[in-house]
């Protein structure tokens, strides 16, 4: 199994970028789904969360800025950052727990980071 991120890159203040994220792989079927960020210094956050059927979850800061969506049938989830702000700077990683074809347990799974930059 592997979740392969996309969309990073460098933008400024006040501007918008999407991630995308793909689960491929011997999978068969995917809990829940979210986005993670890491900046330098601090720990890796939170930042939405989406379950199966639709459930989500933003951290405070990215409320009604963010918008996590998933497509179950292509099995990837993505991220809308609009009006972004420099403390929106940090590498992001998608997460998805799911089911392995052949297990009764599901795994946690994350993709490989893309890195989003925001300049004042």
């Known amino acids: 199994v592997q979740l392969q991120a996309s969309g990073g890159g460098l933008v400024q203040a006040g501007e918008s970028l999407r991630l995308s994220c793909v689960a491929s792989?011997?999978?068969?079927?995917?809990?829940?789904m979210a986005w993670y960020r890491q900046s330098p210094g601090k720990e890796r956050e939170l930042v939405a969360s989406?379950?199966?059927?639709?459930?989500?979850k933003y951290q405070d800061s990215v409320k009604g800025r963010f918008a996590i969506s998933r497509d179950n049938a292509k099995n990837t989830v993505s991220l809308q950052m609009n009006s972004l702000k420099p403390e929106d700077t940090a590498v992001y990683y998608c997460?998805?727990?799911?089911?392995?074809?052949?297990?009764?347990?599901?795994?946690?799974?994350w993709g490989q980071g893309t890195l989003v930059t925001v300049s004042s």
């Open positions: 989406i379950t199966t059927y639709g459930t989500i």
């Open positions: 997460y998805a727990d799911l089911f392995v074809v052949g297990k009764h347990y599901s795994y946690q799974y």
């Open positions: 792989g011997n999978i068969f079927s995917i809990n829940d």
